[in-house]
């Protein structure tokens, strides 16, 4: 299916890399204006480019900003450029997201607060800016990245789990709140996906993962990113307030 998102603009949080790159890119196929949010310029140029190499329209614009999302006024600041620029959002996905994996004992108040804050406050950093104009135009797509973990809870992963958690409450309890504007409010919590984040795990980790995906792999950037295709578009009109497990059956 091709030309799902025509017309539509879109923000990805996180899209210089893994999987937000990868949603960004599906999003270009797709028809849509992407800007995304990192802070890694290189990255960010680069994806650019591979954007423009893969839209299928000439109307379409894709931009990057630099900007932490953890920090509510360059967040503020700069979602208020694009909104000058676009004139609107039609599709948000909280993706940037990070880990500092450590068993709480050991667990400094440093890496607890900045995961929190990157994973979690940032999305109510975009959300709070976005919502309004979203209810304005009655209508608008918000996909939250959780992961399994917010489900499931993990050793060693207090501080991203208790922020994944946070997110599908966050999630639930937005939806509630737009759905009678038309905006729907949505979380895809991934499993195990072949990324940057996941990279850096131990080979006796990984394999122990995979042994209990019963589908027997591990998932690519694109498994996720078809979902949140799926959520931003017409087809997920009467779909709100769920948690969409894409994982290999990790989690039955
Ligand atoms: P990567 O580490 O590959 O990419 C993370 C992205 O987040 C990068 O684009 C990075 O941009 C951006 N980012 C990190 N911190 C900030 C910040 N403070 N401000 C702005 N952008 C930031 O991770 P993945 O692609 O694997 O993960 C994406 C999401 O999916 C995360 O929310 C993660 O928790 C979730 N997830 C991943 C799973 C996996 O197995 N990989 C499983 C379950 C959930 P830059 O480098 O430019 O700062």
């Not at 503020?76 to 450029?81: A, F, G, M, Q, V």
């Not at 694009?82 to 667990?107: F, H, K, P, Q, Y």
């Not at 050793?155 to 599908?168: C, D, E, H, L, R």
């Not at 195990?192 to 027997?216: C, G, R």
Request: hydrophobic share 45%; proline share 2%; glycine share 8%.
């Amino acid at each position: 299916m091709q030309q799902m998102l025509m017309g539509k603009n879109a923000l990805v949080t996180g899209g210089t890399a893994g999987i937000g790159k990868e949603i960004a890119l599906q999003f270009a196929r797709q028809g849509a204006s992407v800007a995304i949010f990192g802070t890694n310029e290189e990255r960010a140029i680069a994806a650019v480019q591979e954007m423009e190499k893969v839209k299928i329209s000439e109307n379409q614009k894709f931009a990057y900003f630099l900007v932490d999302v953890a920090h509510s006024k360059n967040v503020e600041e700069t979602l208020s450029k694009l909104l000058a620029d676009w004139s609107r959002i039609d599709i948000l996905v909280n993706n940037a997201g990070i880990t500092r994996d450590n068993l709480l004992m050991r667990m400094s108040e440093e890496d607890w607060d900045l995961v929190v804050d990157v994973n979690l406050k940032s999305v109510y950093n975009t959300c709070r800016v976005l919502a309004r104009p979203m209810m304005k135009a009655r209508s608008g797509k918000i996909i939250n990245i959780t992961s399994v973990i917010g489900l499931t809870g993990n050793a060693g992963q207090t501080n991203y789990a208790a922020s994944k958690s946070g997110m599908i409450g966050f999630t639930k309890s937005l939806a509630k709140e737009l759905a009678s504007r038309n905006v729907c409010v949505n979380c895809v919590a991934p499993g195990y996906i072949e990324t940057q984040m996941t990279q850096e795990l131990p080979d006796s980790v990984k394999e122990a993962v995979l042994s209990k995906i019963p589908l027997a792999r591990i998932g690519q950037p694109s498994d996720i990113a078809h979902a949140v295709l799926f959520l931003a578009s017409d087809l997920a009109n009467y779909i709100t307030g769920q948690v969409l497990t894409v994982d290999g059956g990790m989690v039955i």
